[in-house]
T-cell receptor, first 112, second 111 residues
Framework: QKEVEQDPGPLSVPEGAIVSLNCTYS??????FMWYRQYSRKGPELLMY????GNKEDGRFTAQVDKSSKYISLFIRDSQPSDSATYLC????????????FGSGTRLSIRP | KAGVTQTPRYLIKTRGQQVTLSCSPI?????VSWYQQTPGQGLQFLFE???????NKGNFPGRFSGRQFSNSRSEMNVSTLELGDSALYLC??????????FGPGTRLTVT
């Protein structure tokens, strides 16, 4: 079993829809959670960085962490065609010296 | 502030050759991590350097090696290239190993 599981998609939704992207994990020691966006043929771009359970909002993006269920989500409101990309979740344990573990990524397509 | 830069951006090599990739982190960042990304395996961690010392290592053969210089710039080397080494090699920098910022990657093709 992988430490981090992420549905690979592809996920296709109409413009303006709310998108929900999810990851589950098995390591209860994970404390920091990240979401990256990667456009085709580019490096991943850090979108959200959170610590602890709860919600964190940044513009149209909301990151949600539920440590009791070992489940994290990224919500995108009012989705735009420019949001079409692969979204990767990532997480690590408390120590900054620990490795960051990435999910396999979900490919998202927003239809105009 | 300038982002992470990687050189070269594209590279074509032949099986059996070796290759060196370079990464310049964001100014002030002391941690540099390397990843291999392929369509089938996703993003796989190679190694991390912090203050010139390898701090973490992934599950790659010894043909993959790296180093970090005193100015935090890092290089990775792959010897005896195999066809399966064709991939996008990404470098990421962070202050101390927390939030990582990725470069554009080097696309390596082995023929």
């Amino acid at each position: 079993q992988k430490e981090v599981e992420q549905d690979p998609g592809p996920l296709s939704v109409p413009e303006g829809a709310i998108v929900s992207l999810n990851c589950t994990y098995s390591n209860s020691a994970f404390q920091y959670f990240m979401w990256y966006r990667q456009y085709s043929r580019k490096g991943p771009e850090l979108l959200m960085y959170t610590y602890s359970s709860g919600n964190k909002e940044d513009g149209r993006f909301t990151a949600q962490v539920d440590k009791s269920s070992k489940y994290i989500s990224l919500f995108i409101r009012d989705s735009q065609p420019s949001d079409s990309a692969t979204y990767l979740c990532a997480m690590r344990e408390y120590s900054s010296a620990s490795k960051i573990i990435f999910g396999s990524g979900t490919r998202l397509s927003i239809r105009p | 502030k300038a982002g992470v830069t990687q050189t070269p951006r594209y590279l074509i090599k032949t099986r059996g050759q070796q290759v060196t990739l370079s990464c310049s982190p964001i100014s002030g960042h002391r941690s540099v991590s390397w990843y291999q990304q392929t369509p089938g395996q996703g993003l796989q961690f190679l190694f991390e350097y912090f203050s010139e010392t390898q701090r973490n290592k992934g599950n790659f053969p010894g043909r993959f090696s790296g180093r970090q210089f005193s100015n935090s710039r890092s290089e990775m080397n792959v010897s005896t290239l195999e066809l399966g080494d064709s991939a996008l090699y990404l470098c990421a920098s962070s202050l101390v190993g927390d939030e990582q910022y990725f470069g554009p990657g080097t696309r390596l093709t082995v023929t």
